[in-house]
T-cell receptor
C-alpha cells in the first residue's frame, strides 16, 4: 500500500528555475528517500534523510523532513532539461521494504 | 548504472502463461527486493530475500513466487498470467538487511506485457 503522497502530480518549469516537490506520509518512519525515474526506466537513488535529520543537501538537491507534520520536500535548484523525470519519495519503516508514492512528473523546458 | 542487472528487458506473453524474471544484485549485496510498477497501483513492494532466505512479503499474489540462489541472484516467477499483471517489474539490492536505512539500488526493470 502507498505510504507517501507527492504533490504536485505534475510540474512544468523552465531551465534555471527551482523545482519544489512535496511528500506527505502517514505512519512513523526510520528514513525517507527520494528517487528519480526517467520515462519507464529504472529508479535512481537521489538522497536519503533519516528521521532524526531535518535537512540534507546533495549537489543541487536539498531535502527537508518535518516528522511532526509527516512531510518532506525536495528542492532542485537551477534546474536543467536533464532533470526532466518522475520523482518519488519512499519511506522506510521498521521493516525493510520501501513504500513509494505515486510520484511527481517534472518537465523542464529549455 | 546501479550495478543491478535484470533480464529480460521486455517480455510479451499470453494470458495463462508462466514467466521467469531474473535479477543479479550488485556485487557484495546480500539483499534482493522485487517491486511491481503499474499505472494504477504505482510502485508496490512484492518480496524481499536476504542471503537466500525470504525476509519480508508485501503485496505479492499467490500466483507469484520468488527465490534467491546461493550465488545471490534471484528469480521472480509469475504464473497463470492475467492482463492485469502487465507492469514493470523492478529488482533492487542492498548490502545488508539489518538496517532499514540501507539504500536500495534498482535495476533497469523488466517490462511484462500480457496479451
Amino acid at each position: 500500500s502507498q505510504q507517501g503522497e507527492e504533490d504536485p502530480q505534475a510540474l512544468s518549469i523552465q531551465e534555471g528555475e527551482n523545482a519544489t516537490m512535496n511528500c506527505s506520509y502517514k505512519t512513523s518512519i526510520n528514513n525517507l528517500q527520494w528517487y528519480r525515474q526517467n520515462s519507464g526506466r529504472g529508479l535512481v537513488h537521489l538522497i536519503l534523510i533519516r528521521s532524526n535529520e531535518r535537512e540534507k543537501h546533495s549537489g543541487r538537491l536539498r531535502v527537508t523532513l518535518d516528522t511532526s507534520k509527516k512531510s518532506s520536500s525536495l528542492l532542485i535548484t537551477a534546474s536543467r532539461a536533464a532533470d526532466t523525470a518522475s520523482y518519488f519519495c519512499a519511506t522506510g519503516d521498521s521493516g525493510y521494504a520501501l513504500n513509494f508514492g505515486k510520484g511527481t512528473s517534472l518537465l523542464v523546458t529549455p | 548504472d546501479s550495478g543491478v542487472t535484470q533480464t529480460p528487458k521486455h517480455l510479451i506473453t499470453a494470458t495463462g502463461q508462466r514467466v521467469t524474471l531474473r535479477c543479479s544484485p550488485r556485487s557484495g549485496d546480500l539483499s534482493v527486493y522485487w517491486y511491481q510498477q503499474s499505472l494504477d497501483q504505482g510502485l508496490q513492494f512484492l518480496i524481499q530475500y536476504y542471503n537466500g532466505e525470504e525476509r519480508a512479503k508485501g503485496n505479492i499474489l499467490e500466483r507469484f513466487s520468488a527465490q534467491q540462489f546461493p550465488d545471490l541472484h534471484s528469480e521472480l516467477n509469475l504464473s497463470s498470467l492475467e492482463l492485469g499483471d502487465s507492469a514493470l517489474y523492478f529488482c533492487a539490492s542492498s548490502v545488508v538487511v539489518s538496517s532499514p536505512t540501507d539504500t536500495q539500488y534498482f535495476g533497469p526493470g523488466t517490462r511484462l506485457t500480457v496479451l
